[in-house]
């Protein structure tokens, strides 16, 4: 018997230069790097997770650095946005610390009942603050409070995030088949929520918009919470029922998951639940160092001479 999604599990967006993305989200945002490691489908690339201390699946953002690709432009069928969780009262924090390192930010903004900032990474990617009264508060998460950002102000997670879905209303039926329901509508926002304490809220954005296109300052694709592996084989066989394009369960080492491609376009990932997706848990520093799975550790010498190599900015994961 499926069960609903309790929420999202993360947003993987693509990024050009890596060690400018750690700078922004680690040195800027003050979201841990939880884990650094490769592209299972690319080992040649970097892939960097984002997060609170332990990466607990509703906290992260994981992004492909792509430091030779042409600029990706937002669009239809896309993740258009992703909202992060702040403190009530530090809205006023964040908008003085973004002005001040000269990032644009709009807003706040008075959305449903929520406060909004909105702002974008050095390439483009359309990212949100969001602060309300009922905004996810899930104790599970541990804000990263080492980092250059105390915890009054610490990021809380994701929120949610906005999707350009060349179909509206099979975009809105795939949500109601994961268990989302309609909410709310704000303007031309639809608003579903998931049933969980953490990352519930799906916005279509029921507007006009060119056609995207993968590349550097997109997101590629959100992907929500499931139980285990067993669900996944039951998901994708009703996926598959339904023609959707549909993926094999596959093993992303931290997590199981599949992907699929609904009828609006945007590409979602069903991925298992887990205590969080930092390579040696809350301790040690691993985002500092490349993690390998062990299929990959004979070849570490020739995957690392082809990487850059990052630091993780002071301040960013100073201490334990
Ligand atoms: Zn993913």
């Known amino acids: 018997m499926l069960t609903d999604t309790p929420g999202l599990h993360h947003v993987t967006g693509i990024v050009g230069d890596a060690q400018e993305a750690i700078d922004f989200y680690a040195g800027v945002l003050g979201l841990r790097l939880v884990t650094q490691t490769v592209n299972y489908e690319d080992i040649l690339q970097h892939h960097l ?84 009264p009922v905004v996810d508060t899930d104790d599970n998460i541990v804000p990263w409070t080492a980092g250059p950002v105390s915890e009054d102000s610490a990021v809380h997670g994701i929120h949610g995030v906005s999707l350009l879905s060349v179909n509206p209303y099979s975009t809105a039926s795939t949500l109601e088949t994961l268990g989302f329901e309609h909410e709310a509508e704000y303007e031309n926002r639809i608003r579903y929520r998931a049933s969980g304490t953490r990352a519930t809220a799906i916005d279509i954005l029921d507007r006009e918009a060119p056609f995207g296109r993968e590349g550097p300052g997109t997101l590629h694709h959100v992907a929500v919470r499931v139980d285990g592996e067993d669900d996944l084989y039951e998901w994708h066989d009703l996926f598959a029922e339904r023609d959707y394009d549909v993926s094999r369960v596959k093993d992303r080492h931290f997590f199981h998951s599949l992907y699929v491609r ?59």
């Not at 030779?68 to 009262?89: K, L, N, T």
């Not at 070849?299 to 960013?316: F, K, N």
Request: negative net charge; proline residues 9%.
């Open 262 to 320: 609904e009828p609006g376009g945007v590409l979602f990932e069903l991925a298992t639940e887990t205590d969080g997706v930092a390579a040696s848990g809350e301790t040690g520093r691993p985002g500092e160092s490349l993690y390998l799975p062990d299929r990959f550790e004979d070849d570490r010498d020739l995957i690392e001479s082809q990487l850059p190599e990052l630091t993780v900015p002071a301040g960013a994961d100073r201490q334990r």
């Open 49 to 132: 997770y984002f997060g609170d201390a332990a990466g607990s699946p509703g906290t992260v953002l994981t992004q492909f650095p792509d430091p030779h690709a042409d600029p990706g432009r937002i669009g239809r069928p896309q993740v258009a946005s992703v909202s992060f969780v702040v403190p009530a009262d530090a809205i006023e924090y964040w908008q003085a610390r973004l002005g001040s390192r000269d990032i644009a930010v709009e807003g706040p903004l008075e959305r449903f009942d929520e406060r909004v900032l909105r702002f974008e990474d050095p390439v483009g990617t359309q990212l949100e603050f969001v602060a309300g």
